[in-house]
């Protein structure tokens, strides 16, 4: 099985794009991030087209922004829009959505993205992934969570540590967050299989930062030891961020069972230019 995240930051926007790289890369679960679709707009965008690909889909949006959906062509079952118990800004926001593919509970998510350490909408995030903890401890084994997580895991997750300082998405809390959700028995499939590689899943449009690969892994697959164990191939999918129109971010491929392009690397096609460390100024462009 072949399991995708991906935030298209609009998939509205990103059609003329989608649609192609899902005859390319064919995946089996692919778990979208800011679709920003009501469920009817996401229907009457998305259905016919994916129903031709033999996609079932499970969709939770809102106009405008944040929205989550996950296509299956290995079945979707037990479909649950939301978080229990989860705070909103300050009502529900479309940020989670689960369901069964083949056997394993997946999570899609689109964490709360913090803005700045001194805000509620901070205080919000971190209260978010609370209730996501509780969410992923009462689920099954055989659980995947993915997503925009909104957190670089650690300094190697970032393009330059020093500029970051003093912003949300590398703060202690928010990495202490993250790391309760990996102490619940999930693990990070791209980073354990390439441990030490510099590897980035978002890059700001802006001042050519993904031309110089300035960048931060953001976007993450997490599974307990039932998938994990199972997985043959974890990279992210370059390609898909170059070119016209692309979203900000990149998707990131799980491979579990077979790897049909064979284990071929943590960034394909790696990135023809690599800059050092940034300047280190003091406000950089926030993720979404």
Request: hydrophobic letters at 40%; a neutral charge; charged letters at 25%.
């Amino acid at each position: 099985m072949r399991l995708v995240t991906w935030n298209v930051n609009s998939v509205k926007q990103r059609m003329p794009r989608l649609l192609p790289w899902l005859e390319q890369r064919r995946p089996d679960v692919l778990c979208l991030q800011e679709t920003k679709l009501t469920d009817a707009a996401f229907d009457e965008l998305l259905g016919e087209p994916l129903g031709r690909l033999g996609y079932e889909l499970a969709r939770h949006g809102e106009s405008q922004w944040n929205g989550v959906a996950i296509l299956s062509r290995v079945g979707l079952e037990g479909v649950r829009a939301g978080i229990p118990g989860a705070p909103g800004f300050p009502g529900a926001e479309a940020r989670a959505i689960s369901a069964t593919c083949a056997g394993i509970r997946v999570h899609c998510v689109y964490v709360p993205n913090g803005r700045t350490p001194d805000s509620e909408h901070y205080r919000y995030k971190l209260a978010w992934l609370d209730a996501l903890a509780e969410e992923i401890r009462r689920s099954p084994a055989a659980t995947v969570l993915c997503g925009d997580m909104n957190i670089a895991p650690a300094d190697i997750d970032v393009f330059d540590p020093q500029a970051y300082v003093g912003q949300t998405h590398v703060t202690a809390p928010e990495r202490a967050a993250l790391a309760r959700l990996c102490e619940l028995g999930l693990r990070d499939l791209v980073r354990e299989r390439w441990p030490s590689q510099r590897i980035f899943t978002y890059w700001d449009y802006r001042a050519g930062m993904f031309h110089k690969d300035l960048g931060m892994r953001i976007d993450l697959v997490l599974a307990d030891a039932p998938v994990a164990e199972r997985v043959r191939a974890a990279w992210v999918d370059r390609l898909a961020r170059k070119g016209s129109k692309p979203s900000d971010h990149a998707p990131v491929v799980i491979d579990i069972d077979q790897a049909p392009d064979g284990d071929i690397g943590p960034v394909v096609p790696p990135p023809s230019a690599r800059s050092g460390s940034g300047s280190g100024s003091a406000r950089l462009p926030q993720a979404g």
